[in-house]
């Protein structure tokens, strides 16, 4: 069992920047696939972002390459997604999730065993 805590959501203005981190509880975080996905309201749950258990693996959304840059230190057992030039469409609470049992996770939300409680973000126009 892992326990996801994610934080650093809040207010931007559009072209601004945050970075959200998750936490994870358990020792045997370095061998968990990590993502970060994001729902909007009225709209379904997404892929965001995956990196392998090591790290030398990433993936993006379209919507996001070349703005955000997901990242994990496995000595913090955290994962980390920077967001740079915030746009509107970007509102949402952000998930982080966990997957086990292979080196890179996907962009399936279903693929995911653990889920973070959310962070929302927010972007101003």
């Known amino acids: 069992q892992v326990q996801l805590v994610e934080s650093g959501g809040g207010l931007v203005q559009a072209g601004g920047s945050l970075r959200l981190s998750c936490a994870a509880s358990g020792r045997t975080y370095s061998s968990y696939a990590m993502g970060w996905f994001r729902q909007a309201p009225g709209k379904e749950r997404e892929f965001v972002a995956a990196?392998?258990?090591?790290?030398?693996?990433?993936g993006y959304a379209d919507s996001v390459k070349g703005r955000f840059t997901i990242s994990r230190d496995n000595a913090k057992n955290t994962v980390y997604l920077q967001m740079n030039n915030l746009k509107p469409e970007d509102a949402a609470v952000y998930y982080c999730a966990a997957r086990t049992g292979t080196y890179y996770g996907g962009s399936l939300p279903d693929n995911y065993d653990y889920w973070g409680q959310g962070t929302q973000v927010t972007v101003s126009s």
């Open positions: 990196i392998s258990r090591s790290g030398s693996s990433t």
